[in-house]
């Protein structure tokens, strides 16, 4: 999506090299190319924690923000889960593909995370 | 928090008595009295949605975002706990005095909630 | 629990006079009266588990295994649905109709067990 | 899967050569090697489900059987979460490193079995 990403032919794209001449490597991460699909999904789902405080406001009945309770958290798992396909796709791949020591670290850390994930 | 809960002692606090003159009866529910603290674990909630908008604005580490996700899920989800337990101490427990076939009713629409609650 | 409640025919079924002559008062729970569905029920889900021994001990691929413990979770969780549903309507309502103290108590408790549910 | 790997003594472990002699190349799983360990916890897990019954008959109270319904399925979850690790570990990676359209087919299926795990 940016000329940058354009750019460089990385194939899993799970890096790019900052070509901003700030002098920083810019490590981006499998959800950049998504980046506004995401901010989208979490302003939805700002605008229902918005709407769940109205709620409370109006003393609407306790079972009805309970629905919109559960709509908010599947929205945020979502999310999570969208996050996580890209992250598997790229930052798993890629270290699966540079071999070594890195992908049992990488698995391990996205397990944990689906734990986290899981436990609520 | 209002004048007209002040007035009536209503123990349970599952109606209070409109009081206003507007010729309504005003149903409150259960979680009435807790409104302000609601409405501050909703407002928490909701800097923790716009925390990980700045998060994928900021290109932050994938995991790191999934870990903050599993932060608000389980915030939300206390708060439908709690909500929870009110409407069960205030309206389930209500209709089981006034007896009648509400109970069931009410239990019925309560376990959905907790059902749709579980499945997300 | 109380020779009262016995001698009473509680309309929520909630305990039952033991009749078996063994001098013992028997607390029975809600579900009770549902206890041969409820004994099917989680005969299915042994069976469901010892399927997934059968899945592993044949290597069978690890998504399809995902599947199957998918079922099986959502099983145990509709029964734990079932459960709940039937403890509120007759432990919690009936705590709710004798008044006093037990009410929060039960609510308290039940408030929990949903919580460790919802935190599986 | 292929010959290739097979010779190669390949440390992801993701597939082995048949040895049977029956002809036939036998695809196995990432959890190949975990295998006892994963038959040992499934049938801790099915005793979960045989002492579900006994409560069960035993008319023990309802809360207690959720809270071991809650035990079981935190058992189930886990069973997964480790099937899941070995399943990217071996399956995914091993796509990665393969190349071409794999990855991204094993990517949205593992992640299509998460969302089901998180939707129980």
New interface residues.
Partial sequence: MTTTEADVPAPSGATVQDTSGDGHE???????QQ?DE??KR??R??GQ??G??RM??E?V???D???Q??A???A??S???Q???????H???????K?GAE??AK?????K????????
């Fill in positions: 810019h490590a981006t991460y499998g959800y950049h980046k995401h901010l979490l302003r789902i700002e924690i918005r769940l405080q409370v406001d003393d009945y306790c079972i923000i309970l629905t309770v559960s908010s958290t599947k945020l798992q999310f999570a889960l996050l996580l396909e890209e992250h598997l796709r930052c798993v791949a890629d270290a699966a593909v071999g992908i049992d698995v391990e850390e996205a397990t995370a689906i734990g986290r994930l899981l436990r609520t």
